[in-house]
């Protein structure tokens, strides 16, 4: 076991108990809460696979307003603090049942894919992945297009949401 | 150092994790968060895929992560207005309640 591994683990440990508890706290103000070490453990994730530009998104654009977002909406749907009634589908079981052969299903694909065990290679010297990810997102031969589409998206979906959630009288 | 196949299982116990939120939560906006942590494992094995591939300096991975981003908030925005809109008018944010489409 090398350093680097020890930390992979317990970072997937925290992120996993984070998740975990996400999908199975009763109170949904602690459940957005375990959503944000959730994030949190994804953004250390991302910046453990030097993509350090995706760990500061992360934790600026999920963090920062994804589940403040998510922390408002849940404190304006409920009439008084506490949950009561059953947090659970009568049938909850079916779902983890196949929440589990999903990732039996996953593991065992993984398991038939050669490419499995590679290892990571050192990065280029004098690498910046951040000018290159900027000159790929605006680059004509890259991606600009997809770029602008998502903006076009962002922009046609947040104003559809002030038009669905507007109160007319 | 960590070889590929323990980012891929990572994402792939969060993404079952995700799934298990979708499927059993009553409250529609669990069933939000358990969409978010669902979009949260497919990047890791974006940005795992872009750090192990062939050619590093190939971007692909990080700009289909940065879309998914945006399409996660997209996604939220919209999905939290119909929630809070449809709380407005039934008074109710159980998935099981909202029952209005249904013939």
Known sequence: ??????????????????????????????????????????AVTYALLNATFLA??????????????FIFAVMLTRKDMRDQGPQMNPNWWLGALLSVLVF?????????????????????????????????L???D???????????LLVAALVGAVYVAFNRK | MVPLSWYLIFAALLFSIGLFGVLSRRNAIAILL???????????NLAAFWRYGQDVTQMTGQVFAIIVFAVAAAEVAVGLALVISV???RNTVVADDINMMKW
């Open chain 1, 56 to 69: 500061v998104v992360q934790v600026v654009v999920y963090i920062g307003a994804i589940a403040i977002l």
């Open chain 1, 138 to 140: 605006v680059s004509p």
């Open chain 2, 87 to 89: 709380y407005r008018r």
């Open chain 2, 34 to 44: 358990g969409i978010e942590l669902m979009l949260n494992a497919v990047n890791i």
């Open chain 1, 142 to 152: 890259a991606y600009v297009l997809p770029f602008e589409v998502a903006s076009v």
């Open chain 1, 1 to 42: 076991m090398t350093g680097g591994q020890i930390i992979f683990l317990l970072v997937t440990l925290f992120t996993l108990g984070s998740g975990f508890m996400v999908v199975t706290t009763r109170n949904l103000v602690h459940a957005a809460l375990w959503l944000v070490s959730t994030l949190f453990g994804v």
């Open chain 1, 104 to 136: 039996v299903g996953l593991f065992l694909l993984l398991q038939g894919w050669s490419g499995l065990s590679t290892t990571v290679a050192d990065l280029p010297v004098g690498f910046d992945s951040i000018s290159e990810l900027g000159n790929a």
